[in-house]
């Protein structure tokens, strides 16, 4: 995973070497360089992206572009950076660095990797409108909000340092994978009718829930690591959905129920917790018929929590648990 390996300081940029020709034309489109000296076709992102059709792939060369992007009215577009270390966008005048989307224009099967992107006005990036949009392999500073979209995917990211939430999704559905979530007031929040998968994520440092499902809110919760986050999982209002195979561990509470949340749940571990779990405030474990069989409690065996590396040890408890090879969001050390 690029994410782990970035979080433990380990430099695996999505070197791109190799570009074709400034506008040179394949299969699937027509493939642009930016380059801030002048080496490719563009300077500045932006206009890359205007030029751009729909079906084309925009290389983004290693520097330090302070610009506002938007993308928007294009399908099948790539926007591809030479890495998270190496490819920096900040805002430059409005909120949000990058939009994609803008009303009432969406964008559809969009795809932005290898890059960091920095909030600027407490947003870093927005997706408003359209379908099909993925964020892979980029480092974003601030806030990931999503209103009105269908099929987001969120992989291999890291997301930390907003000033509110780190990804919010609002009436979208979503599926985040393999992403560092970190030092956020919430980790994720599901609000309105979104509905959110999120697996093999880990979230770590939350001042409050490292996940908060919402209003009528959907999560499916599978093998993640929620780790000292202020809560670990809160299902409000009617927020509904599973939390399976997760390691929750360093919280106030580690999920809290609602009398109205419909949620399954089964192989979770807890531990170090004030409180496992809760409905209405009320510990689970005193209320008839609602403590699960099937959770453990005991320590997960990281390798250095200290250090940030949530990977298991090979003789901890979580290894083939259930249906799951193992709990939580990375497996042993030797896999």
Same mark, same amino acid.
């Given at each position: 995973?690029?994410?782990?390996?970035?979080?433990?300081?380990?430099?695996?940029?999505?070197?791109?070497?190799?570009?074709?020709?400034?506008?040179?034309?394949?299969?699937?489109?027509?493939?642009?360089?930016?380059?801030?000296?002048?080496?490719?076709?563009?300077?500045?992102?932006?206009?890359?992206?205007?030029?751009?059709?729909?079906?084309?792939?925009?290389?983004?060369?290693?520097?330090?572009?302070?610009?506002?992007?938007?993308?928007?009215?294009?399908?099948?577009?790539?926007?591809?950076?030479?890495? $998270?270390?190496?490819?920096?966008?900040?805002?430059?005048?409005?909120?949000?660095?990058?939009?994609?989307?803008?009303?009432?224009?969406?964008?559809?099967?969009?795809?932005?990797?290898? $890059?960091?992107?920095?909030?600027?006005?407490?947003?870093?990036?927005?997706?408003?409108?359209?379908?099909?949009?993925?964020?892979?392999?980029?480092?974003?500073?601030?806030?990931?909000?999503?209103?009105?979209?269908?099929?987001?995917?969120?992989?291999?990211?890291?997301?930390?340092?907003?000033?509110?939430?780190?990804?919010?999704?609002?009436?979208?559905?979503?599926?985040?994978?393999?992403?560092?979530?970190?030092?956020?007031?919430?980790?994720?929040?599901?609000?309105?009718?979104?509905?959110?998968?999120?697996?093999?994520?880990?979230?770590?440092?939350?001042?409050?829930?490292?996940?908060?499902?919402?209003?009528?809110?959907?999560?499916?919760?599978?093998?993640?690591?929620?780790?000292?986050?202020?809560?670990?999982?809160?299902?409000?209002?009617?927020?509904?959905?599973?939390?399976?195979?997760?390691?929750?561990?360093?919280?106030?509470?580690?999920?809290?129920?609602?009398?109205?949340?419909?949620?399954?749940?089964?192989?979770?571990?807890?531990?170090?917790?004030?409180?496992?779990?809760?409905?209405?405030?009320?510990?689970?474990?005193?209320?008839?018929?609602?403590?699960?069989?099937?959770?453990?409690?005991?320590?997960?065996?990281?390798?250095?929590?200290?250090?940030?590396?949530?990977?298991?040890?090979?003789?901890?408890?979580?290894?083939?648990?259930?249906?799951?090879?193992?709990?939580?969001?990375?497996?042993?050390?030797?896999?």
């Amino acid at each position: 995973m690029i994410a782990l390996a970035i979080w433990l300081g380990v430099d695996v940029g999505l070197a791109q070497e190799g570009f074709l020709p400034h506008g040179s034309e394949t299969p699937g489109g027509a493939r642009w360089v930016v380059a801030l000296d002048g080496s490719g076709q563009f300077v500045s992102i932006q206009e890359a992206i205007d030029q751009a059709h729909s079906g084309d792939t925009i290389f983004i060369k290693a520097g330090r572009y302070v610009e506002d992007v938007t993308v928007h009215s294009k399908e099948g577009l790539k926007v591809i950076g030479a890495g $998270m270390k190496k490819v920096f966008i900040a805002g430059l005048e409005r909120v949000g660095t990058l939009h994609i989307g803008k009303w009432p224009y969406g964008a559809t099967n969009v795809e932005i990797s290898g $890059m960091t992107i920095q909030q600027h006005g407490g947003l870093g990036v927005g997706i408003f409108n359209g379908a099909g949009v993925t964020l892979r392999d980029i480092h974003v500073n601030g806030l990931i909000f999503s209103q009105q979209v269908q099929r987001v995917r969120i992989e291999n990211c890291i997301v930390g340092g907003s000033e509110t939430t780190g990804l919010a999704f609002a009436d979208s559905d979503a599926v985040l994978v393999g992403n560092i979530i970190h030092d956020n007031d919430h980790g994720v929040s599901v609000g309105g009718t979104s509905k959110v998968e999120l697996q093999f994520n880990v979230i770590t440092r939350s001042l409050f829930e490292a996940v908060l499902v919402a209003d009528n809110g959907q999560a499916n919760i599978v093998q993640n690591t929620l780790v000292n986050n202020g809560g670990g999982v809160k299902f409000q209002d009617e927020g509904s959905g599973e939390i399976r195979g997760n390691i929750i561990t360093g919280s106030k509470i580690g999920v809290a129920y609602s009398s109205q949340s419909n949620v399954a749940r089964s192989y979770n571990a807890f531990y170090n917790n004030g409180t496992h779990e809760q409905i209405n405030g009320v510990t689970v474990s005193s209320t008839p018929g609602k403590h699960s069989t099937t959770a453990l409690y005991v320590q997960p065996q990281f390798v250095a929590p200290n250090r940030g590396d949530f990977r298991l040890k090979t003789d901890s408890p979580l290894l083939n648990v259930g249906e799951f090879a193992h709990l939580g969001a990375l497996g042993p050390i030797s896999q």
